[in-house]
């Protein structure tokens, strides 16, 4: 059985995520078990947020347009350390997705991410504090 375009999507960004360098911090993955280790850092990819299919030229034979936002948590134990250790996480994974990154997927197209990551104001998740990246991708020819 054959992959969905959804489906390859997800798991390109997730291996690409999974081949950085984020000082020995664990990932968690979408719906896979993973329990973190109380009082240490890990990340956590979230399900990706689909933006609608755009078919911005069908009629010349060009393919759909597909966008979405890969969101990642850089996560770090509340533990009275302040911002500085999350907001180094959360920066490691930015770095990985720069701006101008191209994958390619199996389809013979590309995920480009195609504006800078954004890193979010921290969420306290006790005993966890969480700091959102959001990566905005397209997919194309």
């Known amino acids: 059985m054959?992959?969905?375009?959804?489906?390859?999507?997800q798991v390109t960004?997730?291996?690409?995520?999974?081949?950085?360098?984020y000082n020995g911090a664990s990932i968690a993955y979408p719906f896979v078990a993973f329990t973190p280790v109380t009082g240490t850092a890990y990340i956590e990819a979230r399900p990706i947020l689909r933006a609608d299919i755009n078919s911005p030229a069908l009629g010349f034979n060009q393919s759909d347009l597909f966008a979405g936002i890969f969101q990642v948590d850089?996560?770090?134990?509340?533990d009275g350390g302040g911002e500085t250790p999350g907001i180094r996480l959360a920066a490691l994974v930015a770095?990985?997705?720069y701006e101008g990154t191209k994958l390619a997927l199996s389809t013979g197209r590309?995920?480009?991410?195609n504006k800078i990551p954004s890193i979010a104001a921290a969420v306290k998740d006790a005993p966890w504090i969480r700091f959102p990246?959001?990566?905005p991708y397209l997919v194309i020819d």
Do not use: H, Q
């Open 2 to 9: 054959s992959l969905t375009i959804d489906e390859i999507i």
């Open 13 to 21: 960004l997730c291996t690409y995520l999974k081949n950085g360098s």
């Open 74 to 78: 850089a996560v770090i134990p509340d």
């Open 95 to 97: 770095a990985r997705f």
């Open 110 to 113: 590309y995920l480009k991410i």
């Open 133 to 135: 990246v959001s990566i």
